[in-house]
């Protein structure tokens, strides 16, 4: 496909609602008001800023800019801006670690998107309303447990990704996030401020934002890093796509720094949502991933207005993941439309449904394969360690390395649209701090 035809966003504003969409993903909603309970509030959060901004953003930056250089899929993109700089068509392995590690997250994220449908469902129909938390817990362990159920939620869930992404970047993708992510804002205010009125919202902000550096050990500092990176979808090729359909008067800095703002207001607005339900109630606070499945349902079961504020909550948590699995399932198709015969519905289609087909086993880990193991991990959990611990480092690692010691200087202080002493700084993180940080990582998570 020529830079002639290939597709642009619209507007510098859907863009940046597009990449803040695949950046707000479960992971905000549900990792991070967790990670934050249990690492020392506010000394958390200000080391995950300080990660975000060393490592994430000039990482982030690096793959619009290397994806808008290409105009192309990911693949394609490395091994045509590779030979324009006159190094090996081999980067293109970059690209392909990129779009591989989209299409296994997808797969398995398409499998929680389905949770959340289900307890969206499960707040309408008043599943949750008198519930003590064994009750919630057995409603829980028994979804996991039944693969029916788990397979028709996984395959609704994947079939609207589908339909949006066959769409097109402006109908599909943009149409999308601009219906989504508003709708996703005004959901996070209401719920905002409701835990206003429980009496226990300045609780929740103090402990949001009050330090205590006594929980900041190795491994906290460790995970504030892995977030950072995970949360912004680098390593995934999915921002090296969206920067495919980038034009050049886009500033990429100023962009990203939009969008890294969004994402963490985000991420601490869901814990200014979530905490003070949870303290009102009384509920463990550090109960990991369960807090968002097992933990919140108790209290909206038994509370004035749970039933509502629960629906509210759950469409919340299915608009943020409809918006990451969108940017999961883009790279993987384009890379189809423009590498195959295929035209774009077609190649979304064939994307989502392989990727579904993965999820089947991923899903069917947590009941009738559950004695299916793989170095000790079920399928669901293999697949994400695979991703997170060794795919999503190793491709923003090697994105980072090539653009900072492969491609000519001067044309990347073009691209970013530097001065000397903005550059010399740009150089320093992109050469020596980020790399150093995602290698940090990846041989701790070893």
Not at 153 to 171: D, E, N, P, Q, Y
Request: neutral net charge.
């Amino acid at each position: 496909m020529s830079k002639a035809n290939h597709a642009q966003w619209s507007s510098r504003f859907s863009f940046i609602l597009a990449a803040t969409g695949s950046a707000v993903g479960l992971g905000n909603i549900w990792k991070f008001p967790y990670m934050v309970g249990q690492s020392g509030g506010a000394a958390f959060v200000l080391v995950y800023l300080l990660c975000i901004f060393l490592i994430g953003l000039p990482i982030l930056v690096t793959e619009w800019m290397l994806g808008r250089r290409g105009q192309s899929n990911p693949v394609t993109t490395m091994s045509k801006v590779a030979h324009s700089a006159g190094r090996t068509r081999a980067w293109a392995l970059v690209g392909v670690s990129g779009v591989l590690g989209a299409f296994l997250i997808l797969s398995f994220y398409s499998v929680i998107g389905g949770w959340s449908l289900y307890y969206t469902l499960g707040s309408v129909t008043g599943d949750f309303s008198g519930q003590t938390a064994e009750g919630i817990g057995s409603l829980f362990e028994g979804m996991l447990g039944n693969p029916g159920l788990l397979l028709m939620w996984h395959s609704v869930f994947m079939l609207v990704v589908i339909l949006i992404v066959a769409r097109g970047v402006t109908k599909g993708l943009e149409g999308a996030v601009n219906i989504m992510m508003p709708a996703l804002a005004v959901l996070l205010l209401v719920l905002v401020g409701y835990g206003m009125t429980t009496g226990h919202f300045g609780e929740a902000v103090t402990y949001l934002f009050s330090p205590d550096w006594s929980k900041l050990t190795g491994e906290t500092v460790l995970a504030a890093l892995g977030h950072a990176f995970f949360t912004l979808s680098l390593g995934m090729g999915i921002m090296l796509a969206y920067g495919s359909y980038l034009g050049k008067e886009v500033n990429l800095i100023k962009t990203a720094r939009t969008v890294v703002i969004m994402d963490t207001v985000i991420a601490l607005g869901a814990g200014l949502a979530i905490f003070p339900i949870v303290f009102a109630n009384q509920l463990d606070l550090a109960s990991g991933p369960s807090l968002i499945f097992v933990t919140l349902p108790v209290a909206f079961g038994n509370m004035t207005g749970g039933a509502i504020l629960g629906l509210m909550f759950f469409v919340l948590l299915t608009f943020a993941a409809l918006t990451s699995a969108i940017s999961l399932l883009e790279p993987v198709t384009e890379f189809l439309e423009e590498r195959t015969p295929l035209s774009r519905a077609p190649s979304a289609i064939v994307a989502g449904l392989a990727a579904w087909l993965l999820g089947v086993a991923a899903l069917l880990s947590f009941n009738l394969w559950s004695g299916v193991t793989f170095f000790d991990l079920g399928i669901f959990d293999l697949l994400d360690k695979l991703t997170s611990k060794f795919m999503l480092p190793l491709t923003g690692l090697g994105a980072v390395v090539f653009a900072a010691w492969f491609l000519s200087k001067e044309e990347v202080r073009a691209e970013l649209e530097l001065g000397d002493t903005g550059f010399g700084l740009w150089t320093l993180l992109t050469r020596f701090v980020a790399p150093i940080g995602v290698l940090v990582v990846f041989f701790a998570s070893l």
